[in-house]
């Protein structure tokens, strides 16, 4: 019988424990976040109950579970003890992930909330993202060494490792120089403020937003809902263009080809009324010129300001339909016009047609010529 009341006690008063921790701290929480409802850390906090019962549970049965006395422990207690010490590294790695996730996360919706600039709202954001990502892997390197360290055969070869780290170590970075670099890349643009998430960019022709933003690759998302994912080292050796950095506003131009006969003054006044009634327009400018002429037509320029890129195309859709349907009712001369003629023959065509015309007059000639000698043999006064 007390063999098998003791395991049923340790395991139980393991789960017990565990369960009073978990409970006792989401009260405690609660009760923190009930005072200091403007600070999100507490309610981030909650969400690492799992992982502290998972971790605590294993530290209370790795000190407790050779007071069984089974016959399993007696039989297998060195592969028990290096399960659960396996085990209690990993939620110890979860629980430290989370904490400091929660901790970051926190710190930077309270700076959110209460910063008015978006660039740097976005700057911190992309340097947050990455923190944790460095933070977890770091964390997960240390874990992964910890748990390798708990088997004597790696401790063994602890020593022959360390004295080849060297020669490993150029090795390893020879072969992963492209992913070395792509690592000093993101982190060069996290801290550099090169480029942060959610800001407008153009890469190789396509513009669209920065959507994520590792350590080794970007992902950027087009205006048609396609994902562009390029390595972060693109950004620090090529040119690219930003359009958020220094502030989201965007000049949008919509150019009209014209006759020379087109009323500017009168469109000037039109773009007035258009840009007025457009909610895509930010109050700021706009303008209309003549930038440009030809023989056949001018160049009128229509330039219109707008809060971001959005809007700026927007705005400029809105502005060229507007105006060509304006011009094309009101003032349909001032739509360029194009000249047409005959289309010119092939010169074989050329060819045919002039001998064609020589042997009808040849034919004429000889008709007339045989017309005169039939009234010469009628003689004189004949034919009358």
């Excluded at 998430?197 to 048609?224: A, C, M, P």
Aim: aromatic share 8%; hydrophobic share 45%.
């Amino acid at each position: 019988m007390e063999d098998v009341l003791r395991p049923l006690v340790v395991i139980g008063g393991s789960l017990a424990i565990t369960l009073f921790i978990g409970w006792a701290v989401d009260w405690l929480l609660r009760r923190a976040d009930a005072r200091h409802p403007e600070t999100p850390l507490w309610d981030r906090l909650r969400r690492c109950r799992l992982p502290l019962q998972v971790t605590v549970c294993t530290a209370l049965l790795g000190g407790s579970y050779d007071k069984t006395e089974a016959e399993v422990v007696h039989e297998h207690g060195t592969a028990i003890g290096r399960l659960l010490a396996l085990v209690l590294i990993a939620a110890a790695a979860w629980l430290a992930v989370r904490v400091s996730s929660a901790i970051v996360e926190s710190s930077y919706s309270r700076y959110a909330s209460s910063a008015h600039d978006p660039a740097r709202v976005r700057r911190v954001r992309t340097q947050v993202t990455l923190i944790q990502r460095v933070v977890a892997a770091i964390v997960g390197v240390v874990a992964a060494s910890a748990m390798l360290l708990t088997f004597p055969t790696m401790r063994t070869v602890g020593t022959s490792m360390l004295a080849s780290a060297g020669i490993l170590g150029v090795v390893a970075g020879v072969a992963a120089q492209s992913t070395l670099g792509n690592l000093f890349a993101g982190l060069q643009i996290a801290f550099g403020d090169m480029v942060r998430i959610g800001d407008t960019v153009v890469v190789d022709g396509e513009w669209g937003t920065v959507e994520e933003i590792t350590l080794t690759f970007l992902s950027v998302r087009t205006w048609d809902e396609r994902r562009i994912t390029m390595p972060v080292s693109y950004f620090t050796s090529k040119p690219f263009e930003n359009w958020s950095r220094g502030g989201t506003q965007k000049v949008a131009t919509v150019f009209f080809h014209l006759d020379h006969s087109a009323p500017v003054e009168e469109m000037r006044e039109r773009l007035g009324e258009i840009v007025r009634k457009s909610p895509a327009w930010d109050g700021r400018d706009w303008n209309l010129v003549v930038t440009d002429t030809t023989p056949s037509t001018i160049l009128v320029r229509a330039l219109i300001t707008a809060r971001d890129p959005d809007d700026a195309w927007t705005v400029r859709c809105e502005v060229r339909e507007k105006m060509i349907t304006w011009l094309r009712d009101a003032h349909p001369y001032a739509l360029p016009r194009i000249a047409t003629a005959p289309a010119a023959q092939p010169p074989q065509t050329l060819l045919e047609g002039e001998r064609g015309h020589e042997r009808r007059g040849r034919h004429e000639h000889f008709a007339r010529f045989e017309d005169g000698l039939r009234k010469d043999a009628q003689g004189p006064g004949r034919g009358y």
